[in-house]
T-cell receptor, first 113, second 114 residues
Framework: DGGITQSPKYLFRKEGQNVTLSCEQNLNHDAMYWYRQDPGQGLRLIYY???????QKGDIAEGYSVSREKKESFPLTVTSAQKNPTAFYLC????????????FGQGTRLTVV | SQKIEQNSEALNIQEGKTATLTCNYT??????LQWYRQDPGRGPVFLLL?????KEKRKERLKVTFDTTLKQSLFHITASQPADSATYLCALGSTTDSWGKLQFGAGTQVVVTP
């Protein structure tokens, strides 16, 4: 089945640690996105990528990093510089032509312990 | 700054009635608007897209209107069912960005009781 897969579903991070969230899609989509969701707030864009080996900062990129070495994969690293990382992280993909729907993964809930 | 507002209070509705949700925006000229459904602990699922030159779109029991003068979209669920209980998000996209970035509202929770 075509879709977008995020892993892990739950992730716990200690203070000062970097953690990486995985996102893989087999929809042959060019564009991929990372959003962060906090209670009572809309999804906020962290990073997005239009093509392989290229990505741009979204509205809240500080403390995060990404890579796009393959079309299918867009991992997100939450670094120790992110002061409030506890949130629900959502990866999405689309054809990237605009005016089209986004397909979302099931999300990763990150908690700082 | 750009702002997208959805009713923050949950909408409680009886089965069989029509649920109407509102999405208002300011300082934005969207080329299209989308509605998504999100269940607890899961990613959003696309429902409908309406373009700036369209007034209304329908899909089964769902209807969306888009008024660019009022800067508002209304989302209707007719003959609502308990299975429709979820949070509904509106999202706006702009032609100035052709790569599908979306600005999301915080969502409105709908609770349909039998």
């Amino acid at each position: 089945d075509g879709g977008i897969t995020q892993s892990p579903k739950y992730l716990f991070r200690k203070e000062g640690q970097n953690v990486t969230l995985s996102c893989e899609q087999n929809l042959n989509h060019d564009a991929m996105y990372w959003y962060r969701q906090d209670p009572g707030q809309g999804l906020r864009l962290i990073y997005y990528s239009q093509i392989v080996n290229d990505f741009q900062k979204g509205d809240i990129a500080e403390g995060y990093s990404v890579s796009r070495e393959k079309k299918e994969s867009f991992p997100l690293t939450v670094t120790s510089a992110q002061k409030n990382p506890t949130a629900f992280y959502l990866c999405a993909s689309s054809t990237g032509t605009g005016n089209t729907e986004a397909f979302f993964g099931q999300g990763t809930r990150l908690t700082v312990v | 700054s750009q702002k997208i507002e959805q009713n923050s209070e949950a909408l409680n509705i009886q089965e069989g009635k029509t649920a109407t949700l509102t999405c208002n925006y300011t300082n934005y000229s969207p080329a299209y608007l989308q509605w998504y459904r999100q269940d607890p602990g899961r990613g959003p699922v696309f429902l409908l897209l309406i373009r700036e030159n369209e007034k209304e779109k329908r899909k089964e029991r769902l209807k969306v209107t888009f008024d660019t003068t009022l800067k508002q979209s209304l989302f209707h669920i007719t003959a609502s069912q308990p299975a429709d209980s979820a949070t509904y998000l509106c999202a706006l996209g702009s032609t100035t960005d052709s790569w599908g970035k979306l600005q999301f509202g915080a969502g409105t929770q709908v609770v349909v009781t039998p």
